[in-house]
């Protein structure tokens, strides 16, 4: 059969970063073909680049054997191309149909169309309530009139882009079916995921990618999940161990040490019903580095939040030493000595229009040593921060610059060095490392070590497991919310963790 | 964008404001220096004029301040005008009701009362801004009118003095009455309130934890919420404080100037004190400045239409215009500029020079 879709040497760089390298692809009508890979493999760049919100740097798209160009997300509607984001573009306020028939000439809206949402409807088995704005629907029920947009569109292609992390886990399994029913008329469908048992469940083949590379396409049948995970991880030789012992330091016995947090049975369910964490156990230890791997997006960040009182648990409890936190106000928490290093650190680390000296004293501005009787002194303010811009080397090192004159490592370490100091009992540490050069990652792997070596229990998040598998104790990996499985970094493989990090609840219980 | 910045930043704007202003002038046939020249120096440099200029300052000083404070927790505050009015109206209830206390009691009451009808009117918007999420510059707007029209009511029925013309209330006692502080004149010790307000203000926000957290709130809600800081309160907190402000206002333009509650009493200080406050880059410490400023050209306007012929319409538009080019000085990015003339203007002539250099680089 001729192919629909033929994808030939595609490359395309950001600055240094080389985001796809000769990728090259062929897929034809009817076929589902899954795209898997880590964060920043490059599944979403490619998907941006056939639906033209990217230009590539060389290569060339073919559809039906002739070349086209796709310059923008209207063209590629015009070449029957249309992708559903994560986030979904629909108008709150507006119906189904008037979100749908959004943007068309006014004769292609009457009656006639109106009849044929409805068929679509019919055709695909979808559930859509017409008469309500999309804004109270569900999101399940939202996401198919995004699929309905597109398809009231003629598209023959659909990029789905991790369509179902956004559901409730009963919207999975109807969604998967209407997905069949698209492939089943015809329709190319590229499903973004990296969750395995659905790609086993829904695809054709699956296409892996790390680095910018295609590591792979292949049959889903009969490809063993644990090679998927092993090219998706790049470890060829699956038995060699992470990370040889020898080259670490003997570390200390951490179960002999006193508990430092204790979070247990702990849930969190979003408003639209999606459980974003599930039954966490996790159990800390005074001067004990654990690390959270995980893919984007599996509950980690929510985590750190729920621990550092910025989210509320829906059920569960969270013990800090011997004390229960679970109720107590962010603000309790800071002076409990709970110390947070938030993943992101421009809108919620530090504030960019104070000054340098003003971020180190922010969080905690009402404490004895920013204050001098019941108001805050600038001086002491500013021997502290002083002080930090010095042990930390902190450029240019003058405290009375806004924060936002500093650079991305810079400014990391003004975060890092704040909660360091405050952290007395725990320090929560979210992607630390992200952004930074090797030498900046090596400094503040450094300081964490240090505060750990104190007796600060440190709880170290992070998506990039090089990171995390170097300089944690133990490691506990999440997905889909859940703790899939704690490992020790010695005696593990990556494809180990890639199982783990890809692994579906139902396999965990 | 530190604090030197946004003072230069509202300099060139205002510089560009007057210069706009002088060009429509020079359209209109006159000398747009002779122009300025005989509204400044009557406004500041003439003893009644400045008088004049004082009387104007003062309510709109309260009312930048008033403008301020919710600002830099983020929240906008358009309904000083209506919390002025009620202010007015509770100061003036509070006066006329208790006429026989001395001075120094029942001023500070008359101030109380006026800031406790401020503050319950600002409590509306704040509580819907707050819980609910509406939008505070639309319900704070509309107020307003409410506002206006409740003390229209109040001085036509049952506040109306006997024999009266048209509506205005009795008056309030002579004790009552703020002192004049430029003899022979009108200007009453109002604006010396609002000094002190102002400097109270700057204070708070600099060396309190709970000013410094209003003003976290304001610049970055996020990492506001991370520190600990509980927005909804803050927000409330701001917004209370914003309408107190404004409500003795109210009470100043009673008790200070007309000595009754007039209807339609407030000549749009409450607007003008967004003026006052972007002025003033939302610094407390400078608003007393752009406030005498403001009220200059409002006072020394008549003049220069009776002196010149230029028309006083023309300064109302260079207030207009002052809004325009402040806002956007204020909200220009410090280094995507694309505009040659913004970058010529604010940023080579009058920008920090850091700010400078982060462009070049």
């Given at each position: ?27 034809s ?24 919100l ?16 796709v ?31 959004i943007?068309?000439?006014g ?71 209407g ?43 009969s ?17 060699q ?21 204790v ?22 230890h ?33 013990l ?53 009787g ?63 050069d ?41 997905a ?7 490992v ?22 | ?54 009387v ?23 309904g ?10 509770f ?63 109040a ?70 919420a991370?520190?600990?800081v ?70 020394g306007?008549?003049t ?47 920008g ?10």
């Open positions: 059969m001729e192919p629909l879709l033929k994808v030939t040497s595609i490359e395309k760089t950001f600055g240094d970063v080389r985001a796809l390298v000769n990728v090259n692809l062929l897929a009508r009817g076929e589902c073909i899954a795209i898997l890979g880590e964060n920043g493999a490059g599944k979403t760049t490619l998907a941006s680049v056939l639906i033209g990217y230009q590539p740097d060389s290569g060339q798209i073919e559809l039906d054997g002739t070349q086209i160009f310059t923008s997300p209207a063209a590629a509607i015009r070449h029957g191309i249309g992708m559903i984001h994560q986030h979904f573009s629909l108008v709150g306020a507006m119906t189904a149909e008037e979100n749908i028939l943007g068309l000439p004769e292609k809206r009457g009656t006639a169309a109106r009849a044929r949402i409805r068929q679509l409807c019919d055709d695909f088995d979808f559930t859509v309530d017409f008469d309500v704005p999309v804004a109270s629907m569900a999101v399940g029920m939202k996401q198919r009139v995004e699929i309905l947009k597109a398809l009231f569109r003629d598209v023959s292609i659909l990029i789905l882009d991790e369509p179902t992390s956004v559901l409730a886990p009963t919207e999975v399994a109807p969604f998967l079916q997905v069949r029913k698209l492939v089943a008329t015809g329709c190319l469908v590229f499903f973004i995921s990296h969750k395995l048992d659905e790609i086993r469940e829904i695809a054709d083949r699956v296409m892996i990618m790390r680095h910018g590379c295609v590591e792979g396409i292949l049959p889903v049948a490809t063993p999940m644990t090679q998927m995970s092993a090219l998706m991880m790049g470890q060829t030789d699956a038995d161990p992470a990370e040889k012992p020898n080259t670490k330091e003997m570390r200390l016995d951490s179960t002999r040490a006193a508990k430092a947090l979070v247990s049975d702990v849930s969190l369910t979003a408003s639209s019903g999606a459980e974003i964490l599930k039954e966490v156990d996790l159990t800390l005074a001067g004990e580095i654990l690390g959270i791997a995980g893919i984007d997006g599996n509950g980690q960040t929510e985590l750190s939040e729920v621990i550092t009182g910025l989210k509320t648990q829906t059920s569960g409890t969270i800090l030493g011997d004390k229960e936190i679970s109720g107590s106000s962010i603000a309790a928490r800071i002076a409990d000595g709970i110390g947070f290093v938030p993943e992101d650190r421009h809108a919620e680390g530090l504030v960019l229009s104070l000054s340098v000296e003003e971020n180190f004293a922010f969080r905690s501005i009402g404490e004895g040593k920013f204050m001098s019941r108001l805050i002194s600038r001086r002491a303010i500013s021997k502290i921060a002083e002080d930090a811009v010095t042990a930390y080397d902190i450029r240019p090192s003058n405290p009375k610059l806004n924060a936002s004159a500093l650079s991305g490592g810079n400014q990391q370490k003004i975060v890092l060095a704040r909660e360091v100091s405050r952290a007395r009992n725990l320090l929560v540490v979210v992607q630390p490392t992200k952004g930074l090797v030498g900046a990652t090596q400094f503040v792997q450094d300081q964490i070590r240090a505060v750990a070596q104190s007796g600060v229990a440190v709880l170290y998040i992070s998506t990039e497991l090089e990171h995390v598998l170097e300089i944690s104790d133990r490691v506990a990996v999440m889909f919310g859940r703790i899939t499985g704690v020790t970094p010695q005696n593990t493989t990556l494809q180990d963790i890639g199982l783990l990090m890809t692994a579906s609840p139902e396999e965990v219980v | 964008m530190n604090s030197v910045t946004m003072q230069c930043r509202v300099a060139a704007a205002l510089l560009m404001a007057l210069t706009v202003g002088g060009f429509l002038i020079l359209f209109d046939g006159h000398n747009p220096f002779e122009a300025y020249k005989v509204l400044f120096f009557d406004s500041f440099l003439n003893y009644w004029g400045f008088s004049n200029t004082l104007k300052a003062s309510p709109m000083l309260l009312a930048g301040l008033a403008v301020i404070i919710p600002m830099r927790a983020g929240v906008f505050n358009i000083g005008e209506g919390q002025i009015y009620i202010g007015g109206l100061g003036t209830v509070f006066a006329l009701a208790v006429p026989d206390l001395p001075a120094v009691l029942g001023v500070p009451l008359i101030f109380l009362a006026a800031a406790i009808g401020g503050t319950f009117w600002a409590a509306i918007p704040a509580y819907l801004k707050a819980y609910r999420g509406t939008n505070e510059v639309i319900v704070t707007l509309l107020m307003n009118f409410v506002a206006i029209h409740i003390v229209s009511y001085v036509a029925g049952p506040l109306l003095a006997e024999g009266a013309p048209y509506p205005y209330s009795d008056e309030v006692a002579e004790a009552y009455r703020l002192p004049i502080v430029m003899p022979r004149s009108d200007a009453h010790a109002g604006f010396v309130f609002g000094l002190a307000m102002a400097l109270i203000l700057y204070f708070w926000l600099r060396f309190t934890p709970s000013g410094f957290q209003l003003d976290l709130v304001g610049r970055n809600a996020r990492a506001a991370y520190a600990g509980d927005e909804k309160k803050t927000i409330i907190r701001a917004m209370l404080i914003g309408g107190s402000l404004a409500g003795m206002a109210g009470a100043i333009e009673v008790i200070g100037l007309k000595y009754r509650l007039f209807h339609l009493f407030s000549d749009g200080y409450g607007y003008d004190g967004i003026v006052v406050a972007f002025l003033a880059a939302l610094n407390p410490i400078v608003a007393p400045l752009t406030a005498l400023f403001l009220a200059g050209l409002s006072a306007a008549g220069m239409q009776r002196a010149i012929g230029v028309d006083s319409s023309v300064i109302e538009v260079v207030e207009g215009l002052v809004v325009v080019f402040v806002a956007a000085a204020l909200v220009a990015p410090r280094n995507s500029s694309k505009s040659i003339l913004k970058n010529l203007l604010i940023g080579g002539l009058f920090h020079p850091k700010h400078n250099k982060k462009k070049e680089a």
